[in-house]
């Protein structure tokens, strides 16, 4: 099932100025309190340019080279049926038939959608943000911005809000459970095009769901921008694994806001890889609101070259007996930067919680560098919360041992990189996401298997 | 039949010479004990063998059947069939026994595999690996467990002789593989290692203890003293330094002896 764009095709200046925004919006067909929610966030991005960024979220963070007027907003009939088919773009999924369900993007424009007829059937929606703010206006509003990602939080977010393009949505009723993973790709395809898609999971009380998404570029060299969001929305007792495989190609910028919210007894497990972009800073949030919700975040991150991967985590306890685990494991070669700032904080109904956090990175090479600086704010008295994080070099004695056994240098470090990420593989039941993330790293550390 | 030659093999660890001329032949078929007390050389020689980039070889040569090795690096080093069991096996975490050990036996058996290149088929590696820990009297079960992680001291010099067993070297060296280990656990390697060697295989075993030998009785032992060979000899050798330790060596090499590095107390 192929869903038909809802978009007309207008020229969109480049940029994001007053005219980009009108010119935007007249492409746009959508009901009324969406469009005047874009017009409020259009305000505050323009006030929200002339004041500070958060220093303590972005002061390791270079912006300055970003330009976001050299980028353009697409209109969807612009899409070239070859493009449209997507079979051009890099998904390293390409013929896996695992899932239960697809939705493609390209350069912010629904490409393709399919859902199983036996979930649809059950009320499962999953599609496109664009279709389904006009199919189900009402789930939307009650969900969009209003409880997960905060517009106002600051330029990034209120830039999102203004300027969405579409995205991914699922929603899961009532105690229904979707066993087979669900697939979402968002391909960046022209020069210089900007993709601000927005994932919105709802899971009602009960249900469970697995996503895969995966954002890659069809070019190695055309520019892009992704200014995202996703938002996680996890009922009492729902269970949610969420995967997003960062993996543009290293003239992307990407900058998003994410954030995700537990209910009682609900479990999020939430992975982020971080391999592509050119610059790429998340910030990342979940808040445990009910009595037993649980999160656990995991973070694979391998930059080379002079990429920058930043991560702005926060794990939020706001009721009691609740519990988090975030575990980050970074890899870096080459002159990149790793930048990782983790944050605990506890209420003080947030008693009996658990709370943990841990970064390890590995540098291979001698003039890339990490900074992980994890933090706790704690306010109840009856808390459990422990922090950590290792940076290290490769072990040459790990080498020389794998090299006395008849592996090539590259083969040993190679070996010994996948090992250090196998720890948070692990921790990954299905398979089909676990060697997604695993293909992605081999394909990057260069070579194929 | 292959031959293992080091000629005057002088060998020097942050600038401080430690090997000063070490001669010694294995043929392959043969077994060789080395013998010394602490601070001798005899590690030392095991690691410059293998080819570890800390100990820097000054002078002389090691042949193997004419090929001088000193400028290949480790990992060919052992596709020509050089095997080091270490005395201190490390740990890498998150890599499994048996992937490590396929990629391992993919270079060994097939010298000009590159990386990315194909592997042992799974189904002829398993069977392989399988009947090894058998014999062995390993569990299965560790050949899915990270590479020494969480061993204990007795799994991991057992794990270097499965090594030694996939990857049937024309010669290995056996850095005081019976250290740390209880005598249950010394029976089982001593064991291991007299089943797999033979003909196809010269070994030779750096040890201070009896036990490792009485089950793989040395046709030659060497005794090291401040960095070179001192004295050669045969299995009675090394059961007369097993009973008087090395005061009649230093009698005997008195220039050498004067040479020890005198160690803290």
Same mark, same amino acid.
């Given at each position: 099932m192929s869903t038909p764009s809802v978009n007309t095709s207008a020229a969109i200046p480049a940029g994001f100025g007053e005219a980009a925004f009108e010119a935007f919006l007249s492409t746009r067909d959508e009901p009324e309190w969406v469009t005047q929610s874009r017009r409020d966030a259009f305000k505050s991005y323009c006030e929200l340019l002339e004041s500070e960024l958060d220093p303590e979220e972005f002061r390791r963070v270079d912006l300055r080279a970003m330009r976001p007027d050299r980028f353009q907003l697409n209109a969807a009939s612009e899409l070239s049926q070859d493009s449209a088919d997507g079979n051009d773009t890099g998904t390293i999924l390409k013929g896996q038939a695992e899932f239960a369900g697809h939705v493609t993007h390209i350069d912010g424009q629904l490409a393709s959608n399919d859902l199983s007829a036996e979930l649809a059937a059950k009320g499962v929606i999953f599609g496109d943000l664009a279709v389904v703010v006009r199919d189900h206006s009402d789930l939307i509003k009650k969900h969009f911005m209003t409880k997960a990602v905060d517009s106002e939080t600051d330029r990034f977010s209120a830039w999102h809000a203004a300027f969405w393009t579409g995205g991914t949505v699922l929603y899961v009723p009532r105690n229904v459970s979707v066993e087979a993973p669900l697939h979402s790709l968002i391909t960046l395809q022209a020069e210089k095009a900007a993709d601000f898609s927005h994932t919105l999971i709802i899971l009602e009380d009960g249900a469970s769901a697995t996503l895969l998404e995966e954002t890659v570029s069809a070019t190695t060299e055309n520019l892009g921008l992704h200014v995202g969001a996703v938002e996680l929305i996890l009922g009492q007792e729902a269970r949610l694994r969420y995967v997003q495989l960062q993996n543009w190609n290293q003239k992307a910028w990407h900058i998003a806001h994410q954030a995700g919210r537990v209910e009682n007894n609900g479990f999020l497990q939430w992975t982020v890889g971080g391999i592509g972009a050119k610059l790429a800073h998340i910030h990342q949030d979940v808040v445990l609101d009910g009595r037993g919700a649980e999160a656990e975040v995991n973070g694979v991150t391998f930059s080379t070259e002079k990429q920058i991967h930043s991560f702005y985590t926060q794990q939020a306890h706001n009721a009691p007996e609740t519990r988090s685990d975030l575990l980050y494991k970074q890899v870096l070669r080459d002159h990149s930067r790793a930048i990782w700032r983790g944050m605990i904080l506890v209420e003080a109904e947030g008693q009996q919680t658990n709370g943990y956090q841990r970064n390890d990175s590995l540098m291979l090479s001698p003039t890339c560098r990490v900074d992980a600086i994890p933090g706790l704010e704690i306010e109840a008295d009856d808390v459990r919360c422990t922090h950590g994080a290792t940076a290290g070099r490769v072990d040459e004695e790990q080498i020389f041992y794998c090299m006395s056994r008849g592996m090539s240098e590259y083969e040993a470090m190679h070996m010994i990189v996948e090992g250090f990420f196998q720890t948070v593989f692990d921790r990954i039941p299905v398979e089909v996401v676990r060697e997604t993330l695993n293909q992605a790293i081999i394909k990057k550390l260069g070579f194929g298997r | 039949m292959s031959l293992l030659k080091i000629s005057d093999l002088h060998v020097s660890v942050s600038d401080t010479?430690?090997?000063?001329?070490?001669?010694?032949?294995?043929?392959?078929?043969?077994?060789?004990?080395?013998?010394?007390?602490?601070?001798?050389?005899?590690?030392?020689?095991?690691?410059?063998?293998?080819?570890?980039?800390?100990?820097?070889?000054?002078?002389?040569?090691? *042949?193997?059947? +004419?090929?001088?090795?000193?400028?290949?690096?480790?990992? $060919?080093? =052992? @596709?020509?069939? /050089?095997?080091?069991? %270490?005395?201190?096996?490390?740990?890498?975490?998150?890599?499994?026994?048996?992937?490590?050990?396929?990629?391992?036996?993919?270079?060994?058996?097939?010298?000009?595999?590159?990386?990315?290149?194909?592997?042992?088929?799974?189904?002829?590696?398993?069977? *392989?690996?399988? +009947?090894?820990?058998?014999?062995?009297?390993?569990?299965? $079960?560790? =050949? @899915?467990?990270? /590479?020494?992680?969480? %061993?204990?001291?007795?799994?991991?010099?057992?794990?270097?002789?499965?090594?030694?067993?996939?990857?049937?070297?024309?010669?290995?060296?056996?850095?005081?593989?019976?250290?740390?280990?209880?005598?249950?656990?010394?029976?089982?390697?001593?064991?291991?290692?007299?089943?797999?060697?033979?003909?196809?295989?010269?070994?030779?075993?750096?040890?201070?203890?009896?036990? /490792?030998?009485?089950?793989?009785?040395?046709?030659?032992?060497?005794?090291?003293?401040?960095?070179?060979?001192?004295?050669?000899?045969?299995?009675?050798?090394?059961?007369?330094?097993?009973?008087?330790?090395?005061?009649?060596?230093?009698?005997?090499?008195?220039?050498?002896?004067a040479e020890e590095v005198v160690e803290a107390v």
């Amino acid at each position: 099932m192929s869903t038909p764009s809802v978009n007309t095709s207008a020229a969109i200046p480049a940029g994001f100025g007053e005219a980009a925004f009108e010119a935007f919006l007249s492409t746009r067909d959508e009901p009324e309190w969406v469009t005047q929610s874009r017009r409020d966030a259009f305000k505050s991005y323009c006030e929200l340019l002339e004041s500070e960024l958060d220093p303590e979220e972005f002061r390791r963070v270079d912006l300055r080279a970003m330009r976001p007027d050299r980028f353009q907003l697409n209109a969807a009939s612009e899409l070239s049926q070859d493009s449209a088919d997507g079979n051009d773009t890099g998904t390293i999924l390409k013929g896996q038939a695992e899932f239960a369900g697809h939705v493609t993007h390209i350069d912010g424009q629904l490409a393709s959608n399919d859902l199983s007829a036996e979930l649809a059937a059950k009320g499962v929606i999953f599609g496109d943000l664009a279709v389904v703010v006009r199919d189900h206006s009402d789930l939307i509003k009650k969900h969009f911005m209003t409880k997960a990602v905060d517009s106002e939080t600051d330029r990034f977010s209120a830039w999102h809000a203004a300027f969405w393009t579409g995205g991914t949505v699922l929603y899961v009723p009532r105690n229904v459970s979707v066993e087979a993973p669900l697939h979402s790709l968002i391909t960046l395809q022209a020069e210089k095009a900007a993709d601000f898609s927005h994932t919105l999971i709802i899971l009602e009380d009960g249900a469970s769901a697995t996503l895969l998404e995966e954002t890659v570029s069809a070019t190695t060299e055309n520019l892009g921008l992704h200014v995202g969001a996703v938002e996680l929305i996890l009922g009492q007792e729902a269970r949610l694994r969420y995967v997003q495989l960062q993996n543009w190609n290293q003239k992307a910028w990407h900058i998003a806001h994410q954030a995700g919210r537990v209910e009682n007894n609900g479990f999020l497990q939430w992975t982020v890889g971080g391999i592509g972009a050119k610059l790429a800073h998340i910030h990342q949030d979940v808040v445990l609101d009910g009595r037993g919700a649980e999160a656990e975040v995991n973070g694979v991150t391998f930059s080379t070259e002079k990429q920058i991967h930043s991560f702005y985590t926060q794990q939020a306890h706001n009721a009691p007996e609740t519990r988090s685990d975030l575990l980050y494991k970074q890899v870096l070669r080459d002159h990149s930067r790793a930048i990782w700032r983790g944050m605990i904080l506890v209420e003080a109904e947030g008693q009996q919680t658990n709370g943990y956090q841990r970064n390890d990175s590995l540098m291979l090479s001698p003039t890339c560098r990490v900074d992980a600086i994890p933090g706790l704010e704690i306010e109840a008295d009856d808390v459990r919360c422990t922090h950590g994080a290792t940076a290290g070099r490769v072990d040459e004695e790990q080498i020389f041992y794998c090299m006395s056994r008849g592996m090539s240098e590259y083969e040993a470090m190679h070996m010994i990189v996948e090992g250090f990420f196998q720890t948070v593989f692990d921790r990954i039941p299905v398979e089909v996401v676990r060697e997604t993330l695993n293909q992605a790293i081999i394909k990057k550390l260069g070579f194929g298997r | 039949m292959s031959l293992l030659k080091i000629s005057d093999l002088h060998v020097s660890v942050s600038d401080t010479p430690i090997l000063k001329g070490v001669d010694l032949e294995i043929k392959q078929g043969e077994i060789h004990a080395l013998m010394g007390p602490n601070g001798s050389g005899k590690s030392t020689l095991a690691y410059a063998m293998a080819g570890h980039p800390g100990y820097t070889i000054t002078g002389g040569k090691i *042949e193997i059947d +004419g090929t001088n090795i000193i400028e290949l690096d480790p990992n $060919e080093r =052992a @596709r020509l069939g /050089l095997f080091l069991a %270490f005395q201190y096996p490390v740990v890498i975490p998150g890599v499994k026994v048996a992937d490590f050990l396929r990629h391992a036996m993919s270079n060994v058996r097939n010298p000009d595999r590159k990386e990315g290149e194909k592997l042992i088929p799974m189904r002829e590696f398993r069977k *392989e690996l399988l +009947g090894q820990m058998n014999e062995l009297g390993m569990d299965p $079960e560790m =050949a @899915r467990r990270y /590479l020494n992680d969480g %061993f204990s001291g007795g799994e991991k010099k057992r794990m270097e002789i499965l090594q030694l067993a996939m990857l049937k070297p024309k010669f290995a060296v056996l850095d005081e593989t019976d250290s740390g280990l209880d005598s249950d656990a010394v029976k089982v390697v001593s064991e291991g290692l007299s089943r797999l060697s033979g003909p196809e295989m010269g070994v030779l075993i750096i040890t201070h203890h009896e036990r /490792l030998l009485e089950f793989n009785q040395p046709q030659f032992t060497h005794v090291m003293l401040a960095g070179r060979i001192v004295e050669t000899g045969d299995a009675n050798l090394a059961a007369e330094l097993h009973e008087h330790g090395y005061s009649n060596i230093r009698e005997r090499h008195p220039e050498a002896a004067a040479e020890e590095v005198v160690e803290a107390v």
